[in-house]
Structure formats: structure tokens, C-alpha cells
């Protein structure tokens, strides 16, 4: 099947660059590295990834979303495409954003060069449209949690589809990325549910419980102790325990050989097909 990681790198691309040419006269380059760094961001090039940033706006093209403009002089790091058939792969997923906590969990994943995949509640989304445009610059990839966090298995197929259609089209208005996987509220679903979402299902196979022990060093032990090559992890960036908890368990799967990459990283190269639940990079449920 087609490269998903090049599939959904080109708006996030198009963002990055009208960022870095509207923040040019204030961000010199060193030894070019500007001029390098926009000819990387061409469609089905590296995604980019930016250290730093505030909710200063940048006033975008008007068919492109406004993007989170840095805090100082622009860094672009281009991050290589991962091999995960080669690589120890694993994906960091946040569930139930954005919420106050996430700019600071944004921050610790730009200094640890490190992407994530953030499963959006339509609701919080509406919330904090900066902090969904900031995701999309610094290279971090957006799925959906629905709009209001219902069991879809408790709900008749219009609910199901009014649950994931409102999500979508708010996640796609605020950021221009329309969320090409889904995952359900408590990892509940169906084949009445399988068979309304036209998207992967993504569940996870490491649950780090961060929501009910709310402990930072819980949550690195758990999701060390469980993970292993193609593992989905699942935590809560609405909980400030677990965004305290990133920086060292980042450190801690980077140390044992681990790559973090988004859920399309996790998977490119694999079927990856709609309406059909993936706990891991190799498991169906």
C-alpha cells in the first residue's frame, strides 16, 4: 500500500513552510541552513520538526490555517524517514486533548526531538485551536477521539457516525488535517462500530493507567516494563503527572534502543486498513 507518512506529510509540510517564510527576516540562517531546510519541505520529503515556540500567530495563505510561530531564531530539523522492519519502533499516543497541559507537553517533545500522536476530543479541540495548529508545525500527527468521549458501543449507528463526523470536521477546520485514524473512547467498539469508520481503529498494547495513579515515575516504569518492538503506549495529556512523566520516559526508550515515531511511521509499510483494530504495529483486534 502507498507510504502513509508521505500520504499525510504534505499539508504539515505546506504549514512549515509559510512559517519559515514568514519568520525569515527575523530568523538568520546559519551556514544556509534556512535555505536547506525549505528545500527539504517539499511535498514527499522529510517531515519537519521546530524547537520552541509561543502563541504568536502567523498570518497563513488563505487556504492554509494560521501555524504557532517560534519563540526565537527558526530550527528546522528535518526528521529521517524510519525504517521500523529495521528500527524499535514505538508510538506515543495521548488520548483526551488538547488540554491545558499539552503546550508544555508540546515543549518537552520538541526538545527531546520527539513525535507523538495526539487522539483529539472535538470538544477540547474547539478549545485550543493554536495548540492543534502548533502539532501540525512541529510534525506530530492528529487522529480522533470522537467529539465528546461516548462508548461508541452504546450508541445507534447516526450517534456512532455524528460522533466521528463533528470530530473530524473540527480537527480538519482548526488544522487543516483531516484525522486518518480513530481511536475509541475506552477502546470500545464492535463490528456495528467497526463497520462505521471508514479509518483505522487504534487501540494500544501498553496502558500506562497514568489517569488513575497519576504518578510521573509510574508511568515510565509501566510503559518500560511492558513495551516492546511495535508498541503503542497510551497516556492522557489532559493529567500534568503524565506530561511531567515524558522527558525521563523518553530518555529511558531512547537509552533501551527505541525510535519514537507517529502512528503512520508505526505502520507504513504495513496493511493498515480501515475499519479493522490495531493494538500494535503486528497485532489485530
Known amino acids: 500500500m ?3 507518512s508521505r500520504r499525510f506529510a504534505v499539508l504539515p509540510a505546506l504549514a512549515s513552510a509559510l512559517l519559515l517564510a514568514s519568520c525569515a527576516a527575523q530568523a538568520p540562517a546559519e551556514d544556509g541552513f534556512a535555505k536547506q531546510a ?9 517531515s519537519p520538526r521546530i ?8 498570518q497563513a495563505a488563505p487556504d492554509v490555517p494560521a501555524v504557532v510561530a517560534p519563540a526565537g531564531p527558526l530550527r528546522l530539523h528535518p526528521r ?9 519502533c514505538v508510538a506515543l499516543t495521548f488520548d483526551d486533548g488538547p488540554g491545558r ?13 520527539t513525535p507523538a500522536t495526539f487522539y483529539l476530543l472535538g470538544q477540547n479541540a474547539q478549545k485550543y485551536p493554536q495548540t492543534l495548529r502548533r502539532m501540525v508545525v512541529e510534525g506530530h500527527q492528529l487522529g480522533s477521539h470522537t467529539h465528546d468521549h461516548k462508548a461508541l458501543t452504546s450508541l445507534s449507528s447516526s450517534q456512532i457516525t455524528h460522533e ?4 473530524a470536521a473540527i480537527i480538519k477546520d482548526l488544522s487543516g488535517i483531516y484525522p486518518n485514524t480513530v481511536r475509541p473512547p475506552y477502546g470500545a467498539h464492535n463490528t456495528q462500530v467497526d463497520a462505521l469508520i471508514d479509518a483505522p481503529l487504534v487501540l494500544w498494547d501498553v496502558d500506562t493507567l497514568d489517569w488513575k495513579h497519576r504518578d510521573p515515575a509510574k508511568v515510565a516504569s509501566i510503559a518500560m516494563k511492558e513495551v516492546r518492538d511495535g508498541s503503542i503506549i497510551l497516556m492522557h495529556d489532559i493529567h500534568e503527572s503524565t506530561v511531567k512523566a515524558v522527558p525521563e520516559l523518553v530518555r529511558q526508550l531512547k537509552r533501551q534502543g527505541y525510535t519514537p515515531v507517529t502512528v503512520d511511521e508505526l ?13 500494535s504495529r503486528n497485532q489485530i483486534r
Open 51 to 58: 524547537s520552541g515556540s509561543t502563541g504568536v500567530l502567523a
Open 164 to 167: 466521528i463526523d463533528t470530530a
Open 2 to 4: 502507498p507510504s502513509l
Open 80 to 88: 529521517p524517514e524510519v525504517d521500523c522492519d529495521q528500527a524499535k
Open 101 to 113: 497541559h499539552t503546550e508544555r507537553l508540546l515543549d518537552h517533545l520538541a526538545a527531546a526531538d
Open 267 to 279: 505502520f507504513d509499510g504495513q496493511d493498515f486498513n480501515s475499519s479493522t483494530a490495531y493494538t
Open 38 to 46: 525549505a528545500q527539504k519541505l517539499l511535498p514527499g520529503q522529510e
